[in-house]
C-alpha cells in the first residue's frame, strides 16, 4: 500500500485541535491542492474562505449547532459554490450568461466542483499529519453565513472544513458493504440482494457501537438515517439558493 | 513535499490510456478509496457504478459526444448521487423520509457526499500510476445513462471517471490566481481587485495557449468561459432532477 492510498484509507473525522494556527505555507499548501483538482470544462466555480477572525468563528460555531471545533482549531476554511465569477465574466465580455449560470445543471457543476476541491485539501491536510472534519452545519443558516462571509449573490457556502492538530484520534466508522455502494454494469436490480446487503451493514454497524460502549448503545444504520430522515431539515435551502440566482431553470 | 501533495499537484486529465483493464485488486483499491472520504452525518448518499460491457462503454462515449476515452481505458466508473437507498430504508423502517429526501438541501449532500468519494478515486488511482478523465458529458443525456445502467428514481448519475494506463502525458494548465479563489474573513469586497486579478489571469492563459502553440491560439480564460455560458446547455436538467424526486421543495 502506498502513502497516498495509506492516508486516504486512514481517514477519520476529529473533532479536538491543539489551540495552534497552521502556518501560511501550510494554508497556501492545503489551497494549492484544492485548486488542482479537475474542474468541469475548465470552469472553475468555486471560492474557498479561510476564517481567522475569532468573532466570526464563533458565530459559525454557534450557527453550526455549538460546535466547538468550529472556533476551535487551526484553521477554517469555507468551501463555496462559485457563480458570481462568471456573471462578473459575462458583464465583462458582453455575454449573455444568466440563463446558464441560473440553470441547475450549472448548479450542480459548482457544487461538484467546489466538492472536488474541498476533497483535495482534506487529503493534503492529512498528509501533512493534521486532522480534519467537514461541517455541514454551516447550512443551519446560509442567510447568516452569507452576511458573515459577505458572499455575493450566486456564491452558495456549502460546508466548513476544520484543520488542525490533532489532539485525541477517532475511531474510523465502518462504511457501507463495498458490494452494496459499487455496482457492475448495472444498478442491482433485485431487492432482496439489496436489502439483505443493508441488513447485514445494520449488524455490523450495531456490533461497532456495542462493543463501543460496553453494549450501551446498538442502532441499526438504518435506524439512524430513518430517524434523521424523518425530521425535516434545511427546508429553507431551496428558497435561499433561488433567490441567490441559482438552480432556477 | 510529501507524496502525497505531489500526486495531488501533478494532477493532470489524461485522455489517452493503453488497452489494458485494471485488475480487481485495482478496482476494490479504488472504491474502497472512494467509500473512505467523509460522508454528510454517515448518509453515505452516493453509488458506483463500473461499466466493464463493451456495448454500454460505447453508448456512454456517445453520449458524451464522441469522447473516444470514454471507451477506451482500463476502466469506467459512474459516479451518482443516491438517495434510493434512503427511500427503500424509510419503507424498512416505516418512516416517512420523503419530504426530506426531495429537499434541495438533500441533493446538495447527495451531490456532495458523491463528490467527496469521487475525488479520493480519481487521487487513489493517479498513486497507482494510472490516469484519470473526469467525464461530465455523460450528463448530455442522463435519460439515456439511466435505462442503460438502470439506475432507479433518485439514483442521478454525476460523472463518469476514465481510469487506465497513461499513454500520452499532457500539460497541466494553469489555474486561478491562488488570491482570486482563497479569500480572508471575508469574500473580496473590491470589485476593482477581483477583476485586475481575472485579467492578470487572462493573460496567464493567453501566453499558455500562445507557447503551446506557436502562436495560433491566444485564447482568454474570460473569453473561454463567457463563450461558453452564452450558450444554453443541458437546460433539461431540472425537469430531469424533478421526475426523479429531487431537488423538489
Given amino acids: 500500500m502506498n502513502k497516498v492510498i495509506e492516508t486516504i484509507l486512514n481517514h477519520r473525522s476529529l473533532r479536538h485541535f491543539e489551540d495552534k ?14 485548486q488542482s ?3 468541469s470544462s ?21 450557527i453550526a449547532g455549538n460546535q466547538g471545533y468550529v472556533e476551535n482549531n487551526g484553521h477554517f476554511f469555507v468551501f463555496c459554490a462559485d457563480l458570481y465569477r462568471h456573471t462578473m465574466i459575462g458583464e465583462n465580455e458582453q455575454k449573455n450568461v444568466s440563463p446558464s ?15 472536488l476541491a474541498a476533497q483535495n485539501a482534506a487529503i ?33 457556502p456549502l460546508f466548513g472544513l ?30 432482496e440482494v439489496y436489502m439483505s446487503q443493508l441488513h447485514k451493514y445494520d449488524e455490523l454497524i450495531s ?14 444504520w438504518m435506524q439512524q438515517m430513518a430517524g434523521m430522515l424523518d ?14 440566482k441559482l438552480d432556477l431553470q
Same sequence: chains 1, 2.
Fill in 207 to 220: 456490533r461497532y457501537y456495542e462493543e463501543r460502549t460496553g453494549g450501551n448503545r446498538k442502532d441499526r
Fill in 21 to 34: 494556527p497552521l502556518t501560511d505555507e501550510q494554508i497556501k499548501t492545503i489551497v494549492s491542492c484544492a
Fill in 162 to 191: 476544520a484543520v488542525g492538530i490533532p489532539v485525541k484520534l477517532t475511531d474510523k466508522k465502518p462504511r457501507l458493504p463495498l458490494e452494496h455502494v459499487y455496482h457492475e454494469d448495472e444498478y442491482e436490480q433485485n431487492t
Fill in 231 to 244: 425530521k425535516k431539515s434545511r427546508m429553507y435551502m431551496k428558497e435561499f439558493v433561488q433567490k441567490n
Fill in 124 to 156: 493534503a491536510a492529512e498528509s501533512l499529519g493534521l486532522g480534519i472534519c467537514y461541517i455541514g452545519g454551516i447550512r443551519n443558516n446560509l442567510e447568516e453565513v452569507q452576511k458573515l462571509l459577505k458572499t455575493p449573490e450566486q456564491v452558495i
Fill in 101 to 115: 449560470i441560473e440553470s441547475t445543471e450549472k448548479f450542480m457543476v459548482a457544487l461538484i466542483d467546489a466538492s
Fill in 42 to 62: 475548465f470552469i472553475q466555480a468555486y471560492s474557498i474562505i479561510g476564517v481567522k477572525d475569532k468573532e466570526k468563528k464563533k458565530r459559525l460555531a454557534e
Fill in 37 to 39: 483538482a479537475s474542474t
